[in-house]
Nanobody, 128 residues
Framework: QVQLVESGGGLVQPGGSLRLSCAASVFTSDYYTIGWFRQAPGKEREGVSCISSSDGDTYYVDSVKGRFTISRDNAKITVYLQMNSLKVEDTAVYYC?????????????????????WGKGTLVTVSS
């Protein structure tokens, strides 16, 4: 059973930075796409950023472009999300998610393909 463990959430002031990490356990797929989704109170969950393990193809939702950077360490089966210039509207629970067969980033983040495994989430609160 694959487990995804997120870390790095917390409280930060507007304009600040946080780095989220997600480590996967016992993962046997050679190719997969992994990424971050978020859900704010009263809103639907949205794909924030995704990355493929094969060629590093990335996707970012428009609202985070230029502020967030996704990266991965294939050897450690870990994905990171560097979040800079955080805004109040970035406040949400951030979930790590993986599709164990997909090789492109956008289809996972846009919901065209399903998620095979979800993490439990980590809360990011941006507030002064």
């Amino acid at each position: 059973q694959v487990q995804l463990v997120e870390s790095g959430g917390g409280l930060v002031q507007p304009g600040g930075s946080l780095r989220l990490s997600c480590a996967a356990s016992v993962f046997t797929s050679d190719y997969y796409t992994i990424g971050w989704f978020r859900q704010a109170p009263g809103k639907e969950r949205e794909g924030v950023s995704c990355i493929s393990s094969s060629d590093g193809d990335t996707y970012y939702v428009d609202s985070v472009k230029g502020r967030f950077t996704i990266s991965r360490d294939n050897a450690k089966i870990t994905v990171y999300l560097q979040m800079n210039s955080l805004k109040v509207e970035d406040t949400a629970v951030y979930y790590c998610a993986v599709n164990a067969r997909l090789r492109r980033a956008a289809p996972l983040c846009k919901g065209y393909y399903g998620v095979d495994y979800w993490g439990k989430g980590t809360l990011v609160t941006v507030s002064s």
